[in-house]
């Protein structure tokens, strides 16, 4: 067990709907990345924030929003679903925001868009 | 453009042989790298990393090789246990960043 926990595990939904994951990091990390793995895929980078503040941005689609609150857990918006955006986002903590910074995931969220 | 690839999607080893998973990257700025390990229904876990000033980097059964010239890395694992069984994704960093580009995967079997 990692300390990061993603909710929902599993998450179904259609073409054109918004969804909402959540992410609550490790104890005392203070920096939240979002990844995305789609079929075949290795993990893409999407996101990162550190204490709040967007720090690093990957490619991360314009229908896609994320946010850290005061609490330190994020949430990643999907809006707009296509079939193309089901896949496995997974969230990973760090305590600080530097590259050599551990990164630890959680188990993910599987998002099917039928 | 995949800029780190994994050309090898699987590969078994016998108990107690060496596995040897290799890893290819594009882009020569690349100056930090990982390797993670990876179970079903869990996340990534961080198992070793290199430098682009070291060539080799060793802990434990693990050993990660990088050849800055021929643009590839490779994990070496000695003995092989079925425990190992897991994808294994490297991973590659820009000295500019945190963003960290993937490699697709290798699934290891260590048959007992």
């Known amino acids: 067990d990692s300390g990061v926990t993603q909710t929902p595990k599993h998450l179904i939904t259609a073409t054109g709907q918004r969804v909402t994951l959540r992410c609550s990091p490790r104890?005392?990390?203070?920096?939240v990345y979002w990844y995305q793995q789609s079929l075949d895929q290795g993990l893409q980078f999407l996101i990162q924030?550190?204490?709040?503040?967007?720090?690093a941005k990957g490619n991360i689609l314009e229908r896609f929003s994320a946010q850290q609150f005061p609490d330190l857990h994020s949430e990643l918006n999907l809006s707009s679903l296509e079939l193309g955006d089901s896949a496995l986002y997974f969230c990973?903590?760090?305590?600080?925001?530097?590259?050599?910074?551990?990164?630890?995931f959680g188990p993910g969220t599987r998002l099917t868009v039928l | 453009d995949q800029q780190v690839k994994q050309n090898s999607p699987s590969l078994s080893v016998q108990e107690g042989r060496i596995s040897i998973l290799n890893c290819d990257y594009t882009?020569?700025?690349?100056?930090?790298f990982l390797w993670y390990k990876k179970y079903p229904a869990e996340g990534p876990t961080f198992l070793i990393s290199?430098?682009?000033?070291?060539d080799k980097n060793e802990d434990g059964r693990f050993t990660v090789f990088l050849n800055k010239s021929a643009k590839h890395l490779s994990l070496h694992i000695v003995p092989s246990q079925p425990g190992d069984s897991a994808v294994y994704f490297c991973?590659?960093?820009?000295?500019?960043?945190?963003?960290?580009?993937f490699g697709t995967g290798t699934s290891l079997t260590v048959i007992p």
């Open positions: 882009n020569s700025m690349f100056d930090y």
């Open positions: 104890s005392g990390d203070l920096s």
């Open positions: 290199i430098s682009s000033i070291k």
């Open positions: 990973a903590s760090s305590q600080g925001t530097g590259r050599y910074n551990e990164q630890f």
């Open positions: 924030y550190y204490n709040g503040e967007e720090r």
């Open positions: 991973a590659a960093s820009l000295n500019t960043g945190n963003q960290f580009y």
